[in-house]
Structure formats: structure tokens, C-alpha cells
């Protein structure tokens, strides 16, 4: 019996040429408010932008998308899961959302997790319970149909894999499941949402899978027995308590596009860390860049008129691989403690912390296609006599300005500095106030140090952070003529660019 026709005939209901399953939310009447104007583009009022990281993740791009969704009327995230975390200040408020879209404490924006995402569904309620518990709608979220379940073994074989890989091979992973539940996807061994609302072919599924999700957890040492019908039982729940939110949401996002809406995707994760363009094999399994958006959405690149990227002013990861510019105390304390929250979100591991690396973010510039440029926690550094910012790789006195692919290459690599005279320390009021008055308010040497990052990136800077709160954002294309490339090359006239002292680990 093919999967989807059970006993009692199809229980598949086809509707204005769109295929729904029973009990699914139907698109075209919950979303009406979001349609209307036929796709042109000259009518569309406000563009679809991207919003990447453009490092290790844990750039700040949570505030960047909640500063951005003020004027949005949908935020859709298109990659990573849970391993996310993406934290938002509203007033006294904190919010750390791993897989909500970071637009949800905003109820006229429609957040969507699209189909690229691994919803886990136990963390998914949970984040839903705990947002209505603080008072809190969720009548906004849709989640699609077509996005990948984390189930049970996907987590154990997280830890399993890691453990099989070992030192040099393992990324340090979240051990959210999300490695194990792209490997399914691909391999099509997967669960989607809309098998859970589905108990036949649920059922069908889990028969054909379970077994062999045994034997694989077996074959690497695992002693998890799983119960078929408890997973069965606990899953069909989860289907049960997510049905109201979940959507054709390539449809909404596609309808709302025509409508001339604001639509902005927020990615997880970063750059560095993208399945495909990352240091793999230690970043992510998912791609972290703009144009994940299009495939992890239902959407094409037409749709995306804008894409900015998200750097901390300087670096950080959690997890494994090499990392260039890497530093040790004092200053490691100092972007730890003045960071505030240099710990992972999720891992709650101290992250490792580095100066900003210009290869990494003329790679993230490039291969994301950025148009505008955010630079978050340029307060973080305030209080140093010095800041430091790679310009170029040296390997064996082969200056590298593009980042390699080889893994024991960059390991090898030492980073050639350019050093900037430091600014002063702030309160947090007077960070707020510079905050409000714009750019030309920052202190000079903080202004020199983003105008030589922008110019060696390319990319207009459009946002500048120096806190954690809304207000704490300088919106630069407030101020500024429409943007246009700064010119590659630093105007002001540098120290000249010391070589680290680092010894190169051969
Ligand atoms: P995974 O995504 O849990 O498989 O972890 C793979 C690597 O990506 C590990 O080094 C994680 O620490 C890192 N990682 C995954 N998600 C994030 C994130 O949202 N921020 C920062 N690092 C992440």
C-alpha cells in the first residue's frame, strides 16, 4: 500500500491546486491579510533581505533581526535547529530562542520556520509553552510542513559520531541531533512535520526506519534501546500540539512577497560554520549562507533584494578547528568578561575569543553577496590600549588574502595585524546616548577602526551595536545618501601592520 492511502481511503484533500492534508492550516484563508497586489517588483513597498552571519555564529544577529523586523512583516528562518541560539533584549526582557524566529514577541510579524530547518518538536513546545507562560501570544508562528524532525536517535548518534570521529575529526557539536538529522534528510531517512500529523504514514515510516536506527546506534557502541510505540505515541503528540501552526510556508512567504510585504530571513549559525563554504569539517550540517535561504524557504533569488551580514567586532566560537587569530589572557579575558555573555547559548562552554579576521569577512562578503554591513559590540572592545585586526594570512611567507579550504593550511596560518590606537571605556548610558545622537558620536578611534573594516570588506556599514537593548543600535542608513561601495583601501594612515609574534604550528 503506498504511503498516504490508508484503509479508509486518501486522506489527502486537494484544494485550489494546492495539496493539504486534512487538519493542515489552510494558507489562503488564516493569511488573507497577506495577499493582494500582483508580484511586480516595482510595486513591492519594502525588499526580502537576509540576514547571515558572517563569522562563527554568535554574532548578535538576533538584535540585528529584531531591529530589522520593526519594519517586517514576516521573519522566516531557513537553516540550523536548535543548535541555535539567538538572544533578544525587549525593554527588562531577555529572550533566547533556539528555534522561534527571533520576530515572535512582535504579534503583528508572522515568524515562519521554514522547510531548511530541523525542528526538534519537544524543544519547539517548549519554547512555546515557556513564551505564553511570560504572557506572550504565538498566534504569529507558522511552521512548514516540509521541515525535517529531530527524533530521538538523531541526538544519541550526535554524541556517538563525536565519539567515533574523535580528536581531529569531531566538531564539537551542540549534541542537538542536528548532524545525524541531515544525514537522514539526505539520505532520505527522514521524518517530516507533516508525517506527524499523519499517523499512517507515521507509522509506516517508523517501521521501515526504527530498525535500522538500531542497528546503526549499535554499530557505534550505543545502548539506547528505543520503544517503537513510545516514540510512535510521543510523536503523534507532538503532531497533535503542533498542527495549528503548521503551513504550506512556501506558499505564505511566496503570497506575502507578491503582496509587496517585508520579508526578512533570519539565518542561524555563520559563515565560518556553513556546511558548504565552512571550516569543515568542524562547523555545522547545514549551509549558513544567503542563498540557503532560497532552497531552505521555497522561494528563488528573486525574492531577496538585500543581504546583510552580521560581524562581532571581534571573533568567537565555541567548538572545534583552527582558528587564526585566537588570543589568550588578558585579552581573552577581557572580550569574555566585557562580552558579557561570551559563553554558548546553548552549551553554556566558554566560547574562544580572537581579534576580527578581515579574510574570514571579505570570504563572508563574497560568498553571502553582501550588501550591508552590521558590526555588533564595538563597546566590548572599548577600555584596550590597542585593537588588533587580521588583514592577510601569512603561510610560510606566502601572503594568503583569501580563506583556505585546506584545514591543516589554516591551522598553519599566522595572522598579519594591523594595530589601531584603542577608545575609551563607557557606561552603559553614555554607549545608549552615543547610541541616539549616530555615528559621528562614537569615539574617533572606534569610528576609524569600522570605516578601515568597511573598506576592506567592501560593503556599505549600515548597522553599528554598542549594547545589548534595541536602543543600543546605530542605524547608519538613517542618516546616510543610499549606499553605495566604499572604496577598497583604508584612507587613514595606519601603523604599520606588525606579523604576529604567535609561533606557526607546523
Ligand atoms: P552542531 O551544529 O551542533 O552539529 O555543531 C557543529 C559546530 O557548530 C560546533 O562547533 C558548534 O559549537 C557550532 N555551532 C552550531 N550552532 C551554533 C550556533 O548557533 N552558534 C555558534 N556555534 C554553533
Redesign the pocket.
Known sequence: MPWGVGPGGPPFILSNGLSVLSGIRRVDAADEHLLSAPLSRASRTMPGTVVV?TQ???EGKGKIVDVLAEASDLVVRFN??A????TVQVGGEQFAFRLLPSGIIRPKVLNVIGNGVAVDPGQLLEEIDALRARGHGVQNLRVSDRAHIVMPWHKTL?ELEEKAKGAGMA?????????PVFEDKVGRWGIRVTDLLDDIVLRKKLDAIYPVKQKVSRAFGGTDTFSLDAVYNRYRGYGDRLREFVADTSVVVHDAIRGGKSVLFEG???TL?CVDHGVYP?????ACVAGAATVGVGIGPSAIDRVVGVAKAFTS?????PFPTEVDDPVASHFRERGGGEY????R?P?RVGWIDLVMLRYAARVNGLTDLAVTKIDVLAGLETVQAAEAYDHFDTELRHFPANMRVLAECSPEYRDFDGWEDLPAKEWRRIAGKGFDALPKAAQAYLRWIEGEVGVPLAFVSVGRGREDTIDLRKAAAPAKAPERKATESPRKPAKTKASRRR
Do not use: C
Open positions: 552571519g562563527f555564529g554568535d540550523g535547529g543548535n541555535a541560539g539567538h550526535d566538531a564539537g557539536t551542540t549534541k542537538r541531533g542536528i548532524g542561524a549559525q555563520g560554520l568542524y562547523g555545522t550540517s547545514s566560537r565555541v567548538g572545534e578547528g554558548g547559548t546553548v552549551t562552554r566560547r
